[in-house]
């Protein structure tokens, strides 16, 4: 395992967490090379039935021999018996005594060398099994001591594959303005902006959320901020709507930018020429009024411009006053324009109305550094579309009007659901964001046209999670390529299948949030216990992951075409940015859970390796400086160090 830095363990504010990915660094080194077993080779032994057979063999050759040697015994004794009995004299019986006796003998010799040379050929046979024994013992003995060195360095190399990294941290530097994340689940977003959104925090960053996909997809990122020290402001319009203040200090030209801009939500068509007619009107309006104006009166006033109702009960309501009642009169004069300055005004309070109450009851807050703005999932499409376009407009002119940060990202904005705004909100809010050096973070369901003109443009991240619709999967397969193969884990598939919900919907907090400190000062705990007991990803998913460790190593490769893209798990996210070598295209994981994982690290897969390798060169150059030819340094094994121990604590 190469010596990998502390700082590739640390959190880094310089730079924006998208996920995991799953890469190996080492191989797999396989199963254990095989001890080597005298049982697979048995030596050869003596065979008994051969010895018998040999045996046999002797006595069947020597048999003529042995009834030679019988007669001639035989003979001798009947010559002896004949010399005793004085019938044969003793001369003769000398002589056939000798003649017989010396064939006996002979015979004698004969069986005795045919028994020797059967003794010797089976002795020679034990021999040559007694060799081919040793032989296979020496033959063994080395085929073990080989084994015990393939075993140590077997053994060193599985060491080295079970304690590597398996999930390296996928960033982009803070030199990228804007994410663009394209397609996606509910459940999908809710991770990915869970991760996101606490790295931010969790490295001293201010955090907002505009969720206009109304599944409270930030619930995740509440309660793990309230976990790490802050308190979280919520404001669940339109129920919040008389409690938010947003844009209430903007001067009377920005606020009737606004409101011309809200009003337009429902006319995809309207042009830049509309848009100026819709500002003048509301620009004198705001002029009558005064500067403090609110939302009522100027809806108060446009009734009055259109005539529409009785002024008197306006009057009597004290949103207008007899003297600005009088000046809307003559506002636009009398005569043939008339009729569209009445059309117009009818238009703009009819659909203003829907903020009649926007900071009628606001209070003071105490500073926060995650606000969330949602829409309720019971309110109105229209309303909830003319809210969100509101808040997005008035948050681009607050921009606006701020002054560069030193630090890039340290103010984030995530915009949920951002197709549901109207082409040119966006592009105003992007321009904002990046004069003032503001993170912004787009999510889009579909890649309507609007989207796609916009997708990636500028020196922007672009991220694709799942994709539903076919013709989104191809375009955004031919944006990122065909050519690039992908590995996706195992642990990928398995827990995205049982990933965390999106039960229940906000609770609104800035009804009961008293004012206070802000909470950058408040120390605190640990990110991965934070993510462990305060997420549903993490309590969900921690069991299941526990469970499936053993199947880290278990990994598929898929190609960027469109029908894998449709079928993507729910929190893969591919992820591709602008390099000084070229386009990057790499494969993460979004579940905020696997920063619980031992093997994970904040470092990059590139960094790492790149460490890696020159630490592998300068290993091998001290080896070959210490190495003495011809002899073996029999060291134990180089296990390396063990893996870089996280450091989770929020960089001050």
């Not at 995991?20 to 191989?27: C, K």
């Not at 930030?218 to 919040?240: C, M, N, S, Y």
């Amino acid at each position: 395992m190469a010596d990998v830095h502390p700082e590739h363990a640390q959190l880094q504010a310089d730079r924006i967490y998208l996920g995991w990915q799953y890469a190996l660094l080492l191989p797999d080194p396989g199963p254990a090379p095989k001890r080597p077993s005298p049982a697979e080779e048995p030596a050869e032994q003596v065979d008994p039935e051969w010895v018998r057979r040999e045996r046999l063999n002797e006595s069947l050759l020597n048999r003529p021999m042995k009834i030679f040697r019988a007669f001639m015994t035989g003979l001798a004794v009947l010559i002896l018996l004949l010399g005793v009995t004085e019938l044969l004299s003793w001369s003769f019986v000398v002589v056939g005594l000798v003649a017989t006796g010396g064939v006996a003998a002979f015979c004698t010799y004969a069986i005795h060398q045919g028994n020797r040379v059967v003794l010797h050929r089976i002795r020679e046979r034990q021999a040559v099994g007694d060799r081919q024994r040793r032989e296979r013992d020496r033959d063994l003995f080395q085929a073990q001591e080989e084994h015990a060195v393939r075993y140590r360095e077997w053994a060193e190399k599985k060491e080295h594959y079970d304690r590597q990294l398996t999930w390296y941290a996928v960033t982009v530097p803070d030199e990228i303005d804007r994410i663009d994340v394209a397609g996606g689940t509910l459940p999908g977003w809710s991770a990915l902006i869970t991760l996101l959104g606490a790295t931010r925090l969790y490295s001293g960053g201010h955090l907002t959320v505009l969720d206009l996909s109304e599944g409270a997809i930030a619930k995740d990122l509440i309660e793990l901020a309230r976990r790490g020290g802050d308190e979280p402001l919520v404001w669940v319009l339109p129920v919040d709507l008389p409690r938010l203040d947003l844009g209430a200090a903007l001067p009377p030209e920005a606020f009737a930018d606004v409101l011309a801009h809200v009003v337009s939500v429902s006319e995809e068509h309207r042009t830049t020429r509309d848009l100026s007619f819709d500002n003048a009107i509301l620009e004198r309006v705001l002029e009558v009024l005064g500067e403090n104006a609110t939302i009522n009166q100027v809806t108060a006033a446009l009734r009055a411009l259109a005539q529409v109702g009785d002024p008197r009960d306006d009057l009597r309501f004290g949103l207008l006053s007899p003297a600005q009642l009088e000046r809307i009169g003559t506002l636009f004069g009398r005569g043939v324009s008339d009729r569209v300055v009445i059309e117009r005004a009818w238009a703009l309070e009819s659909q203003l109305r829907k903020l009649e109450t926007l900071g009628s009851e606001a209070v003071r807050l105490p500073p926060a550094r995650l606000r969330v703005v949602s829409m309720d999932r019971q309110a109105g499409v229209f309303g909830n579309r003319v809210l969100g376009t509101y808040v997005a407009t008035a948050l681009t002119h607050i921009l606006r009007q701020s002054t560069a940060s030193e630090r890039p990202w340290y103010h984030t904005i995530i915009v949920a659901g951002a197709d549901k705004l109207r082409g040119d909100v966006l592009d105003r809010l992007m321009d904002a964001c990046e004069t003032s050096r503001t993170g912004l973070v787009l999510t889009y369901r579909s890649l309507t046209p609007t989207v796609r003109e916009r997708l990636g443009r500028g020196h922007a991240a672009v991220t694709f999670m799942r994709l539903g619709n076919a013709e989104d999967a191809r375009i955004a397969s031919e944006h990122v390529g065909t050519e690039h193969r992908l590995e996706l884990a195992q642990l990928t598939e398995t827990i995205s299948a049982a990933g965390a919900g999106l039960d229940g919907g906000y609770v609104s907090t800035v009804g009961q949030a008293e004012e206070g400190e802000d909470g950058r000062g408040v120390s605190r705990a640990d990110l991965r216990e934070d993510i462990t007991s305060s997420t549903e990803w993490g309590r969900r998913a921690t069991k299941a992951m526990g469970d499936t460790e053993r199947v880290l190593h278990r990994s598929r490769e898929f190609l960027v075409e469109p029908h894998q893209l449709q079928q993507l798990p729910t929190t893969s996210v591919i992820v591709t940015d602008a390099t000084a070598q070229g386009r990057r295209v790499r494969l993460a994981d979004a579940n905020p859970a696997i920063l619980t994982f031992p093997k994970t690290t904040l470092g990059e897969f590139d960094e790492i390796k790149e460490v890696a390798l020159e630490c592998a060169e300068e290993t091998e150059e001290a080896e070959e400086e210490t190495r003495e030819p011809g002899v073996f340094a029999d060291a134990p094994p180089n296990l390396g160090p063990p893996p870089p121990r996280l450091d989770w604590r929020r960089r001050q």
